[in-house]
């Protein structure tokens, strides 16, 4: 058969200064039906650096429910992710 798996994500680009943003984000997946959970939600935040250059990035994904989140009695998962995006 098959399975409807789906993400929904909300999220803001917010100037703090000339060159800075912050970049909060929500998110919700959907998962298979035979994994151990059929629902995952996430918050993330990402502080960007944008020069004539390109655009700089760090941000952290945490997981906020269970079996992999900071609610509930699941362990704490979470995530970091740098990186460089070139505008072409």
């Known amino acids: 058969g098959t399975d409807l798996l789906a993400q929904f994500a909300v999220g803001a680009r917010l100037l703090l200064s000339h060159d800075f943003w912050l ?4 998110q919700a997946v959907l ?6 959970d059929r629902m995952q939600t996430a918050a993330g935040l990402r502080v960007e650096w944008t020069p004539r250059f390109g655009r700089f990035f760090v941000g952290a994904l ?3 429910d269970e079996p992999l989140g900071v609610v509930g009695r699941g ?3 979470w995530g970091i992710h740098t990186g460089k ?3 072409l």
């Open 23 to 26: 970049c909060p984000r929500l």
């Open 62 to 64: 945490v997981n906020l």
């Open 31 to 36: 998962l298979p039906s035979a994994s151990v």
């Open 75 to 77: 362990p704490q998962t």
């Open 85 to 87: 995006e070139l505008d």
